[in-house]
């Protein structure tokens, strides 16, 4: 094994216990911890047995060299990541949308109510 | 909708009778042609009133004997006359809203006044101008007769409903810039020709006209604005020809010039947006607080002034009378001469995805002119915050069975507006937007 290998073994170990952790306490849903989990999986099984794994690929797609074939898969997978996270922004958007809309709706009720009060 | 006064026609619109005009008239002619007038003369005695009048000035006999033949015959016809279903119901819902309410008819007063008796209706009535009531230059269809009522009430005429079965209310109601609503299929009471004229809305019978009114009464008009303190000022000048202050909703979606003051000014609801959320966040507020407010109509209308209200009457008219549940304002299919190319292209490539999308083509995906009932604008769930909002719209209210109709309408493009709206890169947002939501 090279030097590389065992540092991304680590960080990739870390991460796992990291989101764990934070599934432990309960700021991620279930179904993310499972994404999470499978995806650092696949890059330990990656880091351990690069070469294989990216030979692997090579044959299968028929990429010039093995380390190529790896880059590939994993810019593809960046793009699903960057996937994801477009869709959590448009979450979070969406609630802000519903949060300024309660916002000007309830200050709009309260004034009508200020102004029915001034009247009676 | 700011509906301060309602005029209405009495026979063919809240009455019927079972003898119909055309016997009035032939009876009319025979009582004439014993007193030994000429055929000549008599003609077809169309109209019956007028008539009467070239009569009596060609032959030197005294109008008022003359007339007392009409009077009479009208006054028996009032006996077995009928109150239409819905006619009270329409009274006391327009009372009870502090609508006044008034009648003008071609008929006499004797006639009148024993028809209102007859069916308890007289109360309804802040004022009844009948053809005694005016000189015969100004009996309807000539316009003296509703000027005398709008002076009377000192109401201005876009604030005025005239409710009529015949084109002869119809004709003073456009000549002074009142609304016009017209009964189409009540037959008995019908005068006995037509005259073509057009309504603002048209509805079959008067039962009818009391849903079409409830709806009415209950009209919101949901203003988007985002940076538009130059044009919002003129945009709800005109609105409030027609709408009240309390149904006229500004959104002020974070402007950050004085949109929020100007509004304010007029005296309209103005909701405020603390941030920006764009058109789509800004209608979905709008909407949602109108729907709070007990809306039956929503309109929305945009601030930048390219629409007409004129157009947005049109636009309200087949959701209004119940023909439709959403209504859209065609750029396209009105005039689109001044619509600069590439918005027109722009269009063109929006249209195309909401119809993939909707499964129903429409026109004009991007109108910022459209008309809900509650019911549509309840089940359109807004998610698009941004300019795909249009298209959404169209494509929820396609998927929640709302029948969809296009009216035709121009588009005003100011050099400001044509700086603003969507361009040919929304619309790749659009799309592309429009394609995540169906992996949500």
């Not at chain 1, 990429?63 to 979450?91: N, P, T």
């Not at chain 2, 027109?344 to 490539?349: D, Q, T, Y």
């Not at chain 2, 009216?407 to 890169?425: C, F």
Request: glycine share 8%; charged share 30%.
């Amino acid at each position: 094994m090279y030097a590389v290998q065992y540092i991304a073994v680590i960080i990739i170990l870390a991460l796992m216990v990291y989101v764990l952790g934070k599934y432990g306490r309960k700021e991620l849903e279930w179904q993310d911890l499972v994404f999470w989990e499978a995806l650092l999986l696949i890059m330990l099984i990656v880091s351990l047995k690069p070469v294989e794994i990216s030979l692997t690929i090579k044959n299968i797609l028929g990429l010039g060299r093995g380390l190529d074939a790896l880059f590939v898969v994993s810019i593809g997978l960046s793009y699903l990541l960057l996937f994801r996270l477009y869709i959590a922004i448009d979450k979070a958007e969406r609630e802000i949308t519903e949060l300024t809309r309660q916002i000007a709706i309830e200050f709009q009720e309260i004034k009508e109510m200020l102004e029915k009060l001034e009247r009676d | 909708m700011d509906i301060q006064l309602v005029v209405f026609d009495l026979d063919g619109t809240l009455v019927g009778a079972s003898m119909g005009f055309d016997e009035v008239k032939e009876r009319l002619r025979g009582r004439l042609e014993k007193e030994g007038i000429s055929a000549e003369l008599i003609g077809d005695l169309t109209p019956m009133y007028e008539t009467l009048i070239e009569i009596s000035r060609a032959t030197g006999i005294d109008f008022e004997y003359l007339h007392s033949f009409l009077v009479e015959l009208e006054a028996e016809r009032a006996k077995d006359s009928y109150l239409f279903e819905g006619s009270r119901e329409l009274l006391e819902l327009l009372k009870e809203n502090g609508v006044k309410i008034a009648l003008m008819t071609r008929s006499s007063r004797k006639a009148t006044e024993y028809v209102l008796k007859k069916h308890g209706i007289e109360k309804f009535f802040d004022l009844i101008v009948t053809r005694d009531d005016v000189s015969p230059e100004d009996v309807k269809p000539n316009s003296g007769h509703l000027k005398v009522i709008l002076d009377h009430f000192d109401v201005s005429p876009t604030k005025t409903i005239v409710v009529g079965d015949h084109g002869y209310d119809l004709l003073p109601a456009r000549e002074l810039g009142c609304l016009s609503v017209l009964i189409t299929s009540n037959e008995s009471g019908r005068m006995s020709f037509k005259v073509d004229g057009d309504a603002n809305f048209e509805v079959a019978t008067i039962k009818e006209a009391l849903e079409l009114f409830k709806r009415l009464l209950k009209t919101y008009v949901v203003v988007p604005a985002y940076n538009e303190e130059k044009t919002i000022s003129n945009v709800l000048e005109s609105l409030l020809q027609y709408f009240r202050r309390d149904e006229i909703v500004v959104v002020n979606d974070g402007s950050n010039d004085g949109t929020r003051e100007v509004a304010r000014e007029k005296g309209v609801v103005v909701l405020t947006h603390l941030v920006n959320r764009g058109l789509g966040g800004a209608l979905g507020t709008g909407i949602k607080y109108a729907l709070l407010k007990g809306a039956e109509l929503i309109l929305t209308f945009d601030a930048d002034g390219q629409h007409l209200v004129d157009d947005a009457l049109r636009v309200m008219k087949p959701v209004a009378e119940g023909r439709a549940d959403f209504a859209v304002g065609s750029r396209l299919k009105g005039d689109i001469s001044e619509m600069p190319f590439v918005k027109r292209f722009g269009n063109f490539v929006l249209d195309f995805i909401t119809a993939v999308f909707a499964r129903k083509y429409v026109s004009d995906s991007q109108s910022g002119l459209r008309c809900f009932n509650k019911e549509c604008a309840s089940k359109i769930r807004i998610t698009c915050d941004r300019y795909a909002v249009s298209s959404e719209i169209i494509i929820e209210a396609s998927r929640n069975g709302c029948r969809i109709v296009e009216v035709p309408i121009k588009a005003v493009y100011t050099e400001y507006s044509k700086k603003k709206g969507t361009n040919v890169l929304e619309g790749v947002k659009i799309a592309f937007n429009l394609l995540l939501d169906k992996m949500r």
